[in-house]
């Protein structure tokens, strides 16, 4: 299968700092790619790359066959890439529902004068955009939650709903910045088949990093591992953990270890 | 008291009120804090002044009918706010605060020093068309435009932007479009708000409309509740209200609208209605998230109560 995210040579600058230098890699389309690396490597530098949220200091991102360097984050979101945030970003004070409800806005059509004069038009759209919400809380679990604020979720069920957010938008690449950050290896087994299951059912590809290496290991059919903005290996997860440099980067040189 | 003064003071509310929802738009829904509404609240007064005012009288005006002079008020202001938005829409924050402050005083200070309109003199002799029907049905087609608005696609996007303006990038909104137009639609509100405060007045004057007048619009959208027409609604009536309910203390009159305010923003610090809204719906919506805040208490103390158990 071909690649539906293409990176080459991206690097990024801050000042006399790289914090992304020369990394290429692809995501193939329907694949499950892990982003791993240590503290400060650039993992979540090269996702607002992707999203738009920096701008590339040279390389290139091609998503689809079509350059997407310097457009704007919400015509990205357009194109159908989407991504969840490591610190978490919900629409805080908004229900459950509302904040998906609120993301399925792209499924609708209708200006501000329909809006306004409540025309046919939007009655239709709107009870179309209601349906897709509950559909979509309903096959990912959150229904009972539905009128609960965001904010008074559980820390594991706002991760979810941020996921239940993303893929309102209908996207065909899903970004996930750390989505066990700060779960237990029971929640973190049931992420792992959400991750799964919502590829399957939702014909995404997906790109995730992440510090927990059982999910990493466990689901990813490709890894890229990052240092200091480096790409240090490429492969599998088996190739991945033999590759010396990776060793070094996670536990340090034989000699350090001796000192 | 007697029906007129109260009548009086209920057309002051109302024509607040059309200010007021316009900026609860920005501030409430959007999140955008303006202390320059008072400006385009001049733009629009002026302008529809222009229109209306017979061009016998000084300085001249045109003559036309007053419902031109709304539709040229609104327009002239809302117009304006798209410069203004253009550019300071991408500053943040407070600094946005900040440049509408600025814009505000400048415009006053336009109107001060330009003799075309009366400069600071004033400018007497405006028709008195803004009567007591007409603010109420104008406040009516102003409730329902501005409710409509938000209970669509087009008002939950603007309602992300306040929530989270990074999440709302990624989900797709283009950010600085939503602003922007709240941004003109509330302008457009202050403008026709201006018309009728100029046609009640019967005499404008720039210092009418000074950094004290941009901050009242947005106590009384705090205070009523951000993101709750309602709220704005009643925002408006109680505190154009309480200054002339005040005037049995004299000079301490303001002293105790100010310590008023303090103590309703202590007791209710989201303000009156604290972002719910005072219709059907909105007791349904306010009385399903509790519930739900009970029902998910509930389940999650079982569920840990079980984890315990193992």
């Known amino acids: ?30 694949g499950i790619v892990g982003l791993i690396g240590p503290n400060g490597a650039g993992k979540t530098t090269i996702f607002n790359l992707i999203t738009g949220v920096y701008m590339p200091t040279s390389g290139s991102i091609t ?17 159908g890439i989407t991504r969840t945030f490591q610190n978490i970003r919900l629409f805080k004070n908004l229900t459950v529902f509302e904040n998906v409800l609120t993301a399925c806005h792209m499924n609708a059509s209708y200006s501000f004068a329909e809006a ?12 179309k955009l209601v349906e897709k919400a509950e559909n979509l809380l309903d096959i990912m679990g959150l229904k009972q939650y539905r009128d609960l604020v965001a904010n008074n979720l559980p820390y594991g069920l706002q991760r979810r709903l941020e996921i239940v957010r993303a893929l309102a938008l209908n996207p065909s690449l899903l970004l996930l910045d750390e989505p066990a950050a700060g779960m237990n290896p029971d929640e973190t087994e049931h992420l792992m088949q959400l991750i799964a299951r919502i590829r399957t059912e939702f014909k995404l590809s997906v790109l995730v990093i992440e510090h927990h290496m059982d999910l990493i290991m466990g689901i990813c059919e490709h890894i890229v591992v990052l240092n200091f903005g480096q790409k240090i290996a490429e492969g599998t997860a088996e190739e991945v953990s033999r590759s010396p440099q990776v060793i070094e980067a996670y536990l340090g040189t034989t000699e350090a270890a001796d000192a | 008291m007697d029906w007129t003064y109260i009548q009086g003071i209920l057309m002051l509310a109302g024509i607040n009120l059309i200010a007021v929802l316009g900026l609860s738009l920005l501030t409430g829904f959007t999140g955008l804090f303006s202390f320059g509404h008072a400006g385009f609240m001049a733009i629009g007064a002026y302008v529809g002044a222009w229109i209306s005012a017979s061009p016998n009288s000084t300085p001249a005006g045109l003559g036309l009918p007053f419902f031109l002079a709304i539709i040229g008020g609104g327009l ?11 550019i300071s829409l991408n500053l943040k924050g407070d600094y946005f605060c900040i440049a509408t402050l600025g814009f505000g005083e400048a415009i006053r200070l336009i109107f001060n020093n330009v003799n075309l309109f009366g400069g600071a003199r004033g400018w007497p002799g405006v028709p008195a068309r803004s009567t007591f029907p007409v603010i109420l049905v104008a406040d009516v087609i102003a409730v329902l435009f501005l409710a409509n608005l938000v209970r669509s696609r087009h008002g939950r996007n603007m309602i992300a932007v306040r929530e989270e303006e990074l999440a709302a990038q990624i989900a797709g909104i283009n950010v600085f479009k939503y602003k922007m137009i709240s941004l003109i639609i509330s302008a457009i509100y202050a403008g026709v708000a201006g018309v009728f405060f100029a046609h009640y007045m019967t005499f404008i004057q720039p210092k ?7 901050t009242e619009l947005t106590i009384i959208v705090i205070f009523g509740g951000l993101g709750s027409i309602s ?60 519930n739900a805040l009970r029902e998910a208490k509930k389940t999650l103390l079982a569920e840990s109560g079980n984890g315990q158990e193992d």
């Open chain 1, 1 to 30: 299968m071909s690649a539906i995210l293409e990176i080459r040579n991206l690097t990024k600058k801050f000042g006399g700092l790289t914090a992304v230098g020369d990394v290429s890699f692809d995501v193939r389309e329907g």
């Open chain 1, 63 to 79: 998503f689809k066959g079509t350059s997407i360097v310097g457009l704007e984050p919400f015509r990205i979101a357009d194109m």
């Open chain 2, 231 to 290: 709220g704005s609604v009643l925002g408006a009536v109680v505190l154009t209200a309480l200054p002339e309910i005040l005037r049995a203390f004299e000079i301490w009159r303001l002293v105790f609208y100010g310590a008023a305010v303090i103590l309703i923003m202590v007791s209710r610090p989201k303000g009156l209605m604290g972002g719910m809204e005072l219709t059907p719906g909105g007791i349904r919506k306010a009385i399903a998230e509790r």
């Open chain 1, 116 to 127: 306004i004069l409540r025309l046919p038009s939007f009655r239709i759209q709107e009870r």
């Open chain 2, 76 to 86: 002239a202001a809302g117009i304006v706010s798209y410069f203004i938005g253009r």
């Open chain 2, 208 to 214: 009418m409309f000074s950094l004290t007048k941009s």
